[in-house]
């Protein structure tokens, strides 16, 4: 798993579609176990109005009704460490792997999901952390909405 | 909590109304400390090939993009035991608690959630129990999709 992968160049395309909406800049791309894309996405908070619409959500749901035998094997990449929804969106789903940009910025659920399973590999790369950073800088009431979180500030 | 709660109701009424357009009969309602109904719906993997829309994420995202403090004290009612997705977006959102119609047809994130400080409540409605019987007798196909599961017969 490397930053080479066609999934993780998807998810941080995805990312940075987001951040040139103006949106949350989180892309996320689910892979199968052959190397297949099936959906990729990124979040939609601000440009739909979503609460739900995180990137692996959305990725989920480009992929669209699939048979569990779909997600064997499959990789979900993610810019960055995914909420509690979205791991258990993937624990739901039985993706055999999350491979995240960063967790610098944000923890989500990287323990729950070794707990459940999962393997869970963090890229540490900087171009997603350094997009969180400055989303985060600029529009943090809509970060911390995202995250469920009271409107502090950082 | 009981079965005459409003947002019990009308979670029940999200759960047959997907039972009458050939959905997993699964309903949901999403209601705030002071009793207002913030969202509602119900599962939506059959009528609009979703794979991320059950019926907690359908109340999550019609009730729109919100602050963290409208969540606080909010209660979700779910005609069924949530799943790992569905139990991960009521923790992200920090709903204080979920009430389920029944966990006898599926058990969920029911321990989860209460490990993580979410009050849970199983009405053991046999209404919602039938609803789901009848489904997955007719339908198992849609059921074991819509768990991630392999296509078992019960």
Redo the contacts between chains.
Sequence with gaps: MSEHDAGFKAALEEAKKGASEGGVPIGACLVDKHGKILGRGHNM?VQN?????HAE?SA??T???????A?EGATMYTTLSP???????C????VSRVVMGENNTFVG?DAYLKQRGVEVVNLKNAECEKLMRDFIEQHPEDW??D?????KKH
């Design positions: 908070r109005s979503s609460a739900t619409l959500i989920l749901e992929a669209g009704r699939l048979p569990a035998s997600y909420c509690d929804m979205c791991t258990g969106a624990i739901l789903y039985k659920g911390y909405e995250i469920g979180e009271p409107g």
